[in-house]
């Protein structure tokens, strides 16, 4: 999940230093309307926990719909009053770059909180997350003084025009996986455009989310632009998916999740959905390479960084038998080094499940991959288990068929699953045969191969000899039961703005 607009940061404490830290932070934990911190109306909270010891950070504010109507009421009107849309271009891409500047101010601050709800390491946190939602902001805001509109060639007696316009109140459903970097690839575009936008974290990834949205009233941001609305999936975001007054959905989150939302806006008021879902994505090594190492690690990377926790990471590997073994028993060195350990110390590169429910259904399927007649070679054990969280080790499952359910299903977990195939074809055909289509990847010397596999993978990206390279102006999105529309990139714009036609008539 790089992002090569992300500014790495040094090393700035240890694992004594990370903790100390910790013990100093203050958590926020109620929702952030109208530039207030603001209980549920309720009163009821829910518990945040670190997945790493298990133990309980604090409460948040559980809102639901009366919090909703609020957040929404206050949106409405300060996008009615143009407090933000109203302000030209330059005069948002300024307050949202000091936005950006504010954020990574208190980037250590921030990182510290999404290790301690999210179990991810914090030598990623500190260089790919943060800094990924920095540089996500940046880059819309530096975009909105140069974008221009259209006109459409009518002839000498008119002037037609085409401009965009922000849709009104935006939501944006997030999940926790890299919550901030998601979060970033919502807001810039969305509040760049003009939009009253709320946010809505996953209830296991609140409060670096928190923290970051209150650092953009200060940069003049206005507070009915940007809140934060804090509360369980079915509650607080479905709240958001029926209210008839939020103009658009920027959803990204699994599939299921993402069908309902397609629900609400059809029962509601049509409010358009753009949804960024699962994936089930092919990584291709045909038997045309030369560099098994480096291809070793891209393949490790690929599906175990974020401990498999990433809607894009490449879990089916498709491979030429004839190399199978020997690629294999590269992969599983690595397998070897990417073991668990402590999320707050900096040299920790797989960090804890996000939570024991999720740890149990990636468990159950490695019992299912067995109980289809797939072969373990490695991993797939519950480990750190003294600490109090949920860790488990990178696994391989050898001798997979591409109808096994570890094959088809998303497991969101580090279990790579390995298909050997005869010859491209195959591996193409095999590659497609999924309900997903986020991302894919081939491994060839044969540039017309190379060519030829782009074409013909159904997946938003495709990468050939690499895997997840990435930079925020490359659209990000799913063909199939991946999602539609397009995170990242000014496709995103699309999402989030109207677009107006007007029409002059000159001869009158
Ligand atoms: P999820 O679908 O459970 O939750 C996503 C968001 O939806 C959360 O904010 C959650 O609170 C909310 N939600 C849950 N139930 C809801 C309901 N009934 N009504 C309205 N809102 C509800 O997903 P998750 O477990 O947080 O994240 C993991 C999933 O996200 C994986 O499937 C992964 O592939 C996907 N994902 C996709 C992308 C992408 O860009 N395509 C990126 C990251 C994650």
Same mark, same amino acid.
């Given at each position: 999940?790089?992002?090569?607009?992300?500014?790495?940061?040094?090393?700035?404490?240890?694992?004594?230093?990370? @903790?100390?830290?910790?013990?100093?932070?203050?958590?926020?934990?109620?929702?952030?309307?109208? /530039?207030?911190?603001?209980?549920?109306?309720?009163?009821?909270?829910?518990?945040?926990?670190?997945?790493?010891?298990?133990?309980?950070?604090?409460?948040?504010?559980?809102?639901?719909?009366?919090?909703?109507? @609020?957040?929404?009421?206050?949106? *409405?009107?300060?996008?009615?009053?143009? +407090?933000?849309?109203?302000?030209?271009?330059?005069?948002?891409?300024?307050?949202?770059?000091?936005?950006?500047?504010?954020?990574?101010?208190?980037?250590?601050?921030?990182?510290?909180?999404?290790?301690?709800?999210?179990?991810?390491?914090?030598?990623?946190?500190?260089?790919?997350? =943060?800094?990924?939602?920095?540089? /996500?902001?940046?880059?819309?805001?530096?975009?909105?003084?140069?974008?221009? /509109?259209?006109?459409?060639?009518?002839?000498?007696?008119?002037?037609?025009?085409?401009?965009?316009?922000?849709?009104?109140?935006?939501?944006?459903?997030?999940?926790?996986?890299?919550?901030?970097?998601?979060?970033?690839? $919502?807001?810039?575009?969305?509040?760049?455009?003009?939009?009253?936008?709320?946010?809505?974290?996953?209830?296991?990834?609140?409060?670096?989310?928190?923290?970051?949205?209150?650092?953009?009233?200060?940069?003049?941001?206005?507070?009915?632009?940007?809140?934060?609305?804090?509360?369980?999936?079915?509650?607080?975001?479905?709240?958001?998916?029926?209210?008839?007054?939020? #103009?658009?959905?920027?959803?990204?989150?699994?599939?299921?999740?993402?069908?309902?939302?397609?629900?609400?806006?059809?029962?509601?008021?049509?409010?358009?959905?753009?949804?960024?879902?699962?994936?089930?994505?092919?990584?291709?090594?045909?038997?045309?390479?030369?560099?098994?190492?480096?291809?070793?690690?891209?393949?490790?990377?690929?599906?175990?960084?974020?401990?498999?926790?990433?809607?894009?990471?490449?879990?089916?590997?498709?491979?030429?038998?004839?190399? $199978?073994?020997?690629?294999?028993?590269?992969?599983?060195?690595?397998?070897?080094?990417?073991?668990?350990?402590?999320?707050?110390?900096?040299?920790?590169?797989?960090?804890?499940?996000?939570?024991?429910?999720?740890?149990?259904? =990636?468990?159950?399927?490695?019992?299912?991959?067995? #109980?289809?007649?797939? *072969?373990?070679?490695?991993?797939?054990?519950? =480990?750190?288990?003294?600490?109090?969280?949920?860790?488990?080790?990178?696994?391989?499952?050898?001798?997979?068929?591409?109808?096994?359910?570890?094959?088809?299903?998303?497991?969101?977990?580090?279990?790579?699953?390995?298909?050997?195939?005869?010859?491209?074809?195959?591996?193409?055909?095999?590659?497609? #045969?999924?309900?997903?289509?986020?991302?894919?990847?081939?491994?060839?010397?044969?540039?017309?191969?190379?060519?030829?596999?782009? *074409?013909?993978?159904?997946?938003?990206?495709?990468?050939?000899?690499?895997?997840?390279?990435?930079?925020?102006?490359?659209?990000?999105?799913?063909?199939?039961?991946?999602?539609?529309?397009?995170? $990242?990139?000014?496709?995103?714009?699309? $999402?989030?703005?109207?677009?107006?036609?007007?029409?002059? +008539?000159?001869?009158?």
């Amino acid at each position: 999940m790089a992002d090569d607009t992300a500014i790495l940061t040094p090393r700035t404490r240890d694992l004594d230093g990370w @903790r100390e830290l910790a013990t100093q932070l203050s958590l926020p934990c109620r929702a952030y309307l109208g /530039g207030d911190w603001h209980s549920a109306e309720s009163g009821r909270t829910f518990t945040a926990r670190n997945p790493a010891t298990g133990e309980p950070l604090t409460e948040v504010a559980a809102c639901d719909t009366a919090d909703v109507d @609020r957040a929404v009421a206050i949106a *409405r009107r300060t996008f009615e009053a143009g +407090e933000w849309r109203n302000q030209p271009p330059a005069e948002r891409k300024a307050r949202m770059l000091a936005w950006a500047d504010a954020i990574t101010a208190h980037a250590d601050e921030i990182a510290l909180l999404e290790t301690l709800e999210t179990g991810k390491p914090i030598g990623q946190t500190t260089s790919v997350d =943060v800094p990924g939602l920095v540089g /996500g902001l940046r880059w819309y805001a530096e975009a909105l003084d140069k974008l221009y /509109g259209e006109t459409a060639p009518n002839g000498a007696s008119s002037v037609c025009f085409i401009e965009r316009e922000p849709v009104g109140v935006v939501a944006a459903v997030v999940p926790w996986n890299y919550p901030l970097i998601i979060a970033g690839w $919502k807001l810039g575009p969305a509040l760049g455009a003009g939009n009253s936008v709320i946010l809505k974290p996953a209830e296991q990834s609140t409060l670096a989310t928190l923290r970051v949205a209150a650092l953009a009233r200060n940069a003049g941001i206005p507070s009915g632009a940007l809140q934060v609305i804090t509360g369980l999936g079915h509650e607080a975001g479905q709240a958001l998916g029926l209210h008839d007054d939020v #103009d658009a959905i920027g959803f990204t989150g699994s599939t299921e999740i993402g069908k309902k939302f397609l629900e609400y806006s059809a029962r509601s008021n049509m409010k358009r959905i753009g949804l960024e879902c699962g994936g089930k994505s092919p990584h291709i090594v045909t038997r045309d390479v030369d560099d098994l190492d480096r291809i070793a690690m891209y393949v490790a990377y690929g599906v175990w960084y974020n401990q498999g926790e990433t809607c894009h990471a490449g879990t089916r590997l498709i491979v030429d038998r004839a190399i $199978k073994d020997e690629l294999l028993a590269r992969v599983r060195q690595w397998a070897d080094r990417l073991q668990p350990g402590d999320p707050l110390d900096p040299d920790t590169q797989m960090g804890a499940m996000i939570e024991p429910e999720h740890a149990d259904k =990636v468990m159950g399927y490695l019992q299912q991959g067995r #109980d289809e007649g797939a *072969r373990l070679l490695f991993g797939g054990e519950r =480990v750190r288990q003294d600490s109090g969280g949920v860790f488990i080790t990178p696994a391989i499952f050898d001798d997979v068929t591409n109808d096994m359910r570890i094959a088809r299903e998303e497991i969101f977990g580090p279990v790579l699953v390995v298909i050997a195939v005869d010859g491209l074809d195959e591996a193409l055909e095999v590659a497609n #045969d999924t309900d997903y289509g986020l991302g894919a990847a081939i491994w060839t010397q044969r540039m017309s191969d190379g060519h030829r596999a782009a *074409r013909a993978l159904r997946a938003g990206t495709v990468w050939v000899n690499c895997y997840d390279h990435t930079s925020i102006n490359a659209p990000f999105g799913g063909y199939k039961q991946s999602g539609q529309g397009r995170d $990242k990139s000014l496709h995103a714009f699309d $999402k989030y703005t109207e677009l107006k036609t007007t029409w002059i +008539e000159l001869d009158t």
